[in-house]
T-cell receptor, first 111, second 111 residues
Framework: DVKVTQSSRYLVKRTGEKVFLECVQD?????MFWYRQDPGLGLRLIYF???????EKGDIPEGYSVSREKKERFSLILESASTNQTSMYLC??????????FGSGTRLTVV | QKEVEQNSGPLSVPEGAIASLNCTYS??????FFWYRQYSGKSPELIMF????GDKEDGRFTAQLNKASQYVSLLIRDSQPSDSATYLC???????????FGSGTRLLVRP
């Protein structure tokens, strides 16, 4: 089975901090995605990547950046954390259009 | 209008009944359709995907797609309390691998 591992299950950060969320997949998938999930809003796409060093903006990229230096790792960066970035962050990977495999999620609280 | 719409629920059904979950989408160019199940505090897991008009069955689950009417549904036969979860509909609107998610329908199966 594909495993998508997110480095932290829970994080608490202060406003203004730079925050790194790490995601690693072990099945050589080209495609990786970062979503955030908020009650009533569902999952919203932040950034995605089709290959190493490639990145594309999703629907809500403001305040975020990403890095993909290696195929298996896709990092989400909050340049200066704000309280409205408190959310559940979900990483996913896929090989084809046969759907995603999600990581277990990181619940980030910005205080 | 949201791109992918679902009734938030909760949809409450007795054990053993058929649960019917519905989803509509706005982009007529959508090509791939997915159903995910998400238990409280967990990440989404893929249940089924469907690409062609008609029905697709997998065990107790049946996905139904009607592109002309722009809806996709999920039927769960012989519902069990363990089916109680939020069900997310997701749509891929072109040949890319991006998924657009609905906000989910919460299903409660009463013993």
């Amino acid at each position: 089975d594909v495993k998508v591992t997110q480095s932290s299950r829970y994080l608490v950060k202060r406003t203004g901090e730079k925050v790194f969320l790490e995601c690693v997949q072990d099945m050589d998938h080209e495609n990786m995605f970062w979503y955030r999930q908020d009650p009533g809003l569902g999952l919203r796409l932040i950034y995605f990547s089709y290959d190493v060093k490639m990145k594309e903006k999703g629907d809500i990229p403001e305040g975020y950046s990403v890095s993909r230096e290696k195929k298996e790792r896709f990092s989400l960066i909050l340049e200066s954390a704000s309280t409205n970035q408190t959310s559940m962050y979900l990483c996913a990977s896929s090989f084809t259009t046969y759907g995603y495999t999600f990581g277990s999620g990181t619940r980030l609280t910005v205080v | 209008q949201k791109e992918v719409e679902q009734n938030s629920g909760p949809l409450s059904v007795p054990e053993g009944a058929i649960a019917s979950l519905n989803c509509t989408y706005s982009d007529r160019g959508s090509q791939s359709f997915f159903w995910y199940r998400q238990y409280s505090g967990k990440s989404p897991e893929l249940i089924m995907f469907i690409y062609s008009n008609g029905d697709k069955e997998d065990g107790r689950f049946t996905a139904q797609l009607n592109k002309a009417s722009q809806y996709v549904s999920l039927l769960i036969r012989d519902s069990q309390p363990s089916d109680s979860a939020t069900y997310l509909c997701a749509v891929s609107r072109d040949s890319s691998y991006k998924l657009i998610f609905g906000s989910g329908t919460r299903l409660l199966v009463r013993p």
